[in-house]
């Protein structure tokens, strides 16, 4: 008589007892049916290639009527939204600097008397190209507008006006990445969606694994304080933050050829910020996660956002409303906008800024947080 | 440190922990001389554990109070942590660091002085020199045993709260491991240890029995032995499976345990138990008085207790 290779009953049995175990570990399971329909959400409705009402700033030189025709077509279309008019240059060149306009459309003073004359006036788009998806689709319908847009303007004897090549010629100036190449754009963000992913992991799995392994009762019992704990479990990571952030500029510089026009020092001081955000988070998970294998759901539920929300994958002004809200309360969405910011577009402080405070804010909150549940899993 | 100088390492009163509306540990009062080796016996379950992590600070009591080493044990958790050692139940040293690691990373949160040459003591009285290198998670469980030891003494605590320190050790570190605690006691280190070895508790000095949360019986091994009360015969004979069968349906015996070819039948009345036996009592048995052992006066205990607080 010889044991039958295989039976159902043994096989049963252990599907069964899966099946139990999968059902005790309730995180595992909000996961398994949270993290798809956050995919879902997210690819389904918040993801779009193509961006349109992306912020534009108008510098007027001339209120002639054809320039209000030329607005009204702009504001008609999908793809600008006007959010700013202005005389001055500078005002213009700061918006499109610190990431508040998309682009910039300077309108000459000259502009309906050259039109009327046939000269073909030139009106200059600049443009923020440092992502170059999200200023195509734009640009593209910018042309499709100029052959039509004034046909009503100009009836019966002027029609002569509507060249063959358009009565205005629209020049685009593609500002931080003028030949598109979309490495330029990646490369940069890729430091934030690395650093997010390694620096929440690794935390929540090393205080996690302390817990698990039975180690922390003993640390909790020595004179050793929380803070201590928390502050001397960081800071090797954020050494190993900081290669991760060598790593990838000396990559940038030397294999892509990324411009980096700003201060290096700058976005070391700043990168300090992110990293300390994203080790707070893990720290958070670490106090919320019964063991290793949750750590790791509840950081790739972190990663997941991070890395389609946060402007690194599509672009941040492609998505509704809603995604972005998600979004900006992410450290990596405003960590993007900061390195792309001071390698492509030479950015300060000062122009920085306002994305220093939203990664400021998450790190105290995060930071509370883990602080707190860590205090109350002493008792 | 004069606090640390008095007569009563541990003395508390009415200690409770209540984990939602369970009550885990109710209303215990324990008093530790120093030096003594106490021993702390229960079921699984029954509190031990709990008990002794709000005596080294882990958790804060409920309600009671009292000292650990002269120290408030609400109030004044840090300066407790530092003068107790503690070793858990489950090995709670890093696996993936070595023996002298282990010892040093314990060393320096202690801020041991001297710490290179504290590690090298501790290594050289646990006789665990030649292993130092070795990656703590690859020890046997009597080489872990003994590293927990060295590392919880490496701050010459003034108490020691082992919580059953000698679980899967086998006999011959067991023994060497209590030669080590008496040898400790001697120098004046107070030891506080759960275990659930009747031999064990025989070597303490002094021992509580914990059940459901309550402190059921303290003293010293005659003590516990004088006023447990329990009389139990020795039956030896033919077949004893049926006598056992019988004896645990009457009212009376409490308890009939098969040791080889002997029952042990014991009962709190010893005038019920006479009558139970004299009415089953067949010539081809010989019945015995005996002594009544720790282990039996502890499953008294508990049924006992379970009469009055499950």
């Known amino acids: 008589m010889s044991l039958p290779r295989f039976t159902l009953h043994r096989l049963w049995a252990i599907v069964l007892k899966e099946f139990i175990q999968m059902k005790r570990d309730r995180v595992t399971f909000v996961m398994m049916v949270g993290i798809p329909l956050m995919q879902l959400m997210m690819f389904g409705f918040a993801i779009n290639s193509d961006p349109r009402h992306l912020p534009t700033a108008l510098r007027l030189g001339d209120q002639g009527p054809f320039t209000r025709t030329l607005v009204q077509a702009l504001r008609t279309s999908d793809y600008f939204s006007i959010i700013h008019e202005t005389s001055s240059e500078s005002d213009a060149q700061r918006l499109l600097q610190i990431g508040d306009a998309q682009f910039v459309i300077n309108i000459p003073e000259d502009f309906s008397r050259k039109l009327l004359r046939g000269e073909r006036p030139t009106v200059l788009i600049e443009a923020d190209a440092s992502d170059p998806a999200a200023t195509g689709p734009a640009l593209a319908s910018i042309n499709a507008l100029a052959n039509t847009i004034f046909n009503r303007d100009l009836p019966g004897p002027l029609t002569r006006l509507r060249a063959k090549n358009g009565p205005v010629d629209f020049r685009i100036h593609a500002h931080y990445n003028p030949e598109n190449i979309t490495q330029y754009n990646v490369v940069p963000g890729l430091m934030g969606v690395v650093l997010t992913m390694t620096m929440v992991i690794i935390t929540a799995l090393a205080i996690t694994r302390e817990r698990e392994r039975g180690t922390m009762e003993n640390l909790l019992a020595t004179p050793v304080r929380p803070f201590e704990v928390m502050v001397g479990k960081i800071l090797p990571y954020i050494a190993v933050g900081y290669i991760q952030v060598t790593l990838i500029l000396i990559a940038a510089r030397f294999i892509f050829h990324v411009p980096m026009v700003g201060s290096l020092p700058l976005l070391y001081a700043v990168a300090f910020l992110f990293i300390a955000a994203n080790l707070a988070v893990g720290i958070t998970f670490s106090t919320l996660a019964k063991n290793q294998l949750q750590a790791v759901q509840m950081a790739f539920f972190f990663f997941l956002p991070s890395i389609l929300l946060s402007g690194f994958m599509f672009p941040f002004r492609g998505m509704p409303p809603w995604a972005q809200n998600v979004g900006s309360c992410l450290p990596n969405t405003h960590f993007l906008r900061i390195v792309r910011g001071i390698l492509l577009k030479g950015n300060g402080l000062a122009e920085i800024a306002p994305e220093l405070w939203p990664l400021l804010a998450f790190l105290v909150v995060a930071m509370a947080i883990g602080v707190k549940r860590y205090r109350q899993t002493l008792d | 440190m004069a606090a640390i100088e008095k007569e009563l390492a541990i003395d508390v009163t009415g200690v409770t922990k209540r984990f939602g509306d369970k009550t885990v540990v109710d209303a215990i009062n324990l008093s530790v001389r120093r030096g003594e080796i106490y021993g702390f016996l229960g079921p699984n379950g029954s509190g031990k554990t709990t008990f002794i992590r709000m005596l080294c600070g882990l958790l804060t009591p409920d309600a009671g109070s009292g000292t650990c080493l002269g120290f408030d044990v609400r109030t004044q958790q840090a300066e407790i942590k530092r003068h107790v050692g503690y070793m858990t139940q489950k090995f709670s040293y890093y696996e993936d660091l070595s023996i002298r690691e282990n010892l040093d990373f314990i060393a320096r949160i202690y801020a041991v002085p001297d710490r290179a040459a504290a590690v090298q003591r501790s290594l050289e009285r646990l006789g665990l020199t030649h292993r130092s290198h070795q990656l703590a998670g690859q020890l046997s469980g009597g080489w872990k045993q003994r590293l927990a030891l060295a590392a919880c003494l490496i701050h010459e605590p003034k108490l020691l709260l082992l919580d059953e320190p000698t679980a899967g050790v086998d006999p011959k570190a067991r023994r060497e491991f209590w030669d080590e605690i008496h040898q400790l006691a001697a120098g004046g280190l107070t030891v506080l240890i759960?275990?659930?070895?009747?031999?064990?508790?025989?070597?303490?000095?002094?021992?509580?029995?914990?059940?459901?949360?309550?402190?059921?019986?303290?003293?010293?091994?005659?003590?516990?032995?004088?006023?447990?009360?329990?009389?139990?015969?020795?039956?030896?004979?033919?077949?004893?499976?049926?006598?056992?069968?019988?004896?645990r349906r009457q009212s009376g015996v409490e308890q009939v345990v098969a040791f080889g070819n002997t029952l042990h039948v014991s009962g709190r009345d010893p005038a019920r138990l006479s009558t139970v036996i004299t009415t089953l009592r067949d010539p081809r048995h010989d019945w015995q008085p005996i002594a009544s052992g720790l282990e039996d006066v502890f499953i008294s205990l508990m049924d006992e207790a379970k009469d009055n607080f499950s």
């Open chain 2, 194 to 247: 759960t275990t659930h070895y009747m031999d064990e508790a025989e070597r303490c000095h002094r021992l509580a029995y914990l059940a459901y949360g309550h402190l059921l019986t303290r003293g010293t091994l005659a003590d516990v032995l004088a006023t447990a009360k329990l009389t139990t015969w020795r039956v030896t004979g033919p077949d004893l499976l049926n006598l056992a069968a019988t004896l």
